[in-house]
């Protein structure tokens, strides 16, 4: 099996020691990568973007892969978005104390106070990425986010939306409703409901934000992505916590997929779909979406061959650890 362009549209690689522990996992095996902004400090100028940026692509020099760069959300000057539009590839939105990092994040959707920059983003056709959650219950809050991504929708219709890691019918539903409105879906999500969580000890490697639904969302989430479906995009949402921030009182939320991303939808798409519909989900229709184009291209090969997941990658324990899995990454 051969994938053309490998696009990873959600991908959290930290900083310092973490960084240089995880990047390479993404950097082999996908050609690009959309890097998340919520760091310590969170990313809100251009001086702290190329920085990192810089930080990635020094430990990624030889693996023919691009770090497509995202600035958090906040109230910016058009003359800066200008400004930045080349360097960056989306502006990415968190409700304020939602998940990781996020305490600097949006707290009023009033869409009067969001207007002047999201008016700037859609002359300069600048994406909206958003972790789409409110502060309700945990397992509504996506759903009760929906008004939110409609009334962005319908204010802002030439915004470019993307929905990150949808986790519910609703939100799939929703994808069919506006023309704005696109979404990427993780590896996890199309695995696991909170059952697999929760539903017999707790299962810290599995819990992370937004957290798993019910079997009719993850139902919906397959069918959009086993078909092909040319709105939805893959996301990992891979994100690394050392395993004392997971096994420990007030578990840290994420899942570290990159080792095993490539892997395990290989076996899903053979399983219940085709090789075509795998490579529309992982980079064709991202590259229509986002009109992406690479000078050079990068082909990840795939073979049937048995391995095991390692047990932790450093401090941190993987997706599916311990497990076989029955395609490997063999060249690229």
């Not at 200008?82 to 502006?91: G, P, S």
């Not at 939100?171 to 696109?182: R, S």
Request: a neutral charge; aromatic letters at 10%; glycine letters at 4%.
């Amino acid at each position: 099996m051969k994938i053309k362009n490998p696009l990873d549209m959600h991908l959290h690689l930290r900083d310092e020691a973490m960084l240089k522990l995880v990047a390479p996992f993404s950097a082999k095996d996908f050609r690009a990568g959309v890097i998340m902004p919520n760091l310590i400090p969170p990313l809100t100028n251009l001086e702290q973007l190329r920085a990192y940026k810089e930080r990635i692509t020094s430990l990624c020099e030889n693996a023919n892969f691009t770090p497509l760069m995202t600035l958090f959300f906040k109230d910016y000057e058009a003359k800066f978005l200008e400004l930045a539009r080349a360097e960056i590839f989306a502006i990415k939105l968190y409700p304020a104390g939602i998940t990781t990092n996020s305490a600097n994040g949006v707290a009023n959707f009033d869409l009067k106070n969001l207007a002047s920059t999201l008016n700037a983003m859609s002359e300069l056709e600048i994406p909206l990425l958003v972790h789409g959650e409110t502060n309700d219950f945990v397992m509504d809050r996506e759903a009760k986010f929906a008004p939110i991504y409609e009334a962005l929708a319908q204010n802002f219709p030439r915004l470019k939306i993307v929905m990150e890691h949808i986790t519910t019918k609703t939100l799939c539903d929703l994808l069919e409703k506006y023309e704005n409105l696109y979404a990427t879906i993780t590896l996890h999500h199309l695995l696991l409901t909170l059952d697999d969580v929760v539903g017999g000890k707790m299962q810290p490697h599995l819990f992370c934000k937004p957290i798993a639904k019910r079997y009719e969302d993850k139902q919906a989430l397959c069918k959009l992505a086993f078909s092909g479906y040319e709105k939805a995009m893959f996301g990992s949402d891979s994100a690394p916590h050392s395993k004392n921030d997971k096994e420990c009182c007030g578990c840290a939320a994420g899942i570290f997929s990159a080792p095993v991303a490539l892997s395990v939808l290989a076996e899903l798409f053979s399983k219940h779909s085709n090789e075509a519909n795998l490579q529309k989900f992982i980079s064709d229709n991202a590259c229509a979406i986002h009109k992406l184009e690479f000078s050079k291209e990068k082909i990840i090969t795939l073979k049937e061959e048995k391995w095991q997941v390692p047990q932790n990658y450093g401090e941190v324990v993987p997706f599916m650890a311990g497990s076989e899995l029955k395609f490997k990454v063999s060249a690229t």
